[in-house]
């Protein structure tokens, strides 16, 4: 079944669509810092 399964996910179609998207993917091509919730402010705070 394994190997059914892997056939059916090789197929050229598949494939394409996978590369054609690729340059849209963030875990491949990374978020830009302006848009990353995660980014850490550049600026300072202070607490009195």
């Given amino acids: 079944m394994e190997v059914?399964?892997?056939k059916?996910?090789?197929t050229p179609e598949r494939m394409d669509y996978v590369?054609?998207?690729s340059g849209e993917d963030p875990p491949v091509k990374g978020i830009?810092?302006?848009?990353?919730?995660?980014?850490e402010l550049k600026g300072s705070c202070v607490i009195s």
Avoid: A, G, S, T
């Fill in 4 to 6: 059914d399964q892997l």
């Fill in 32 to 39: 830009p810092e302006e848009k990353n919730p995660f980014n």
């Fill in 19 to 21: 590369e054609e998207r």
């Fill in 8 to 10: 059916i996910e090789v």
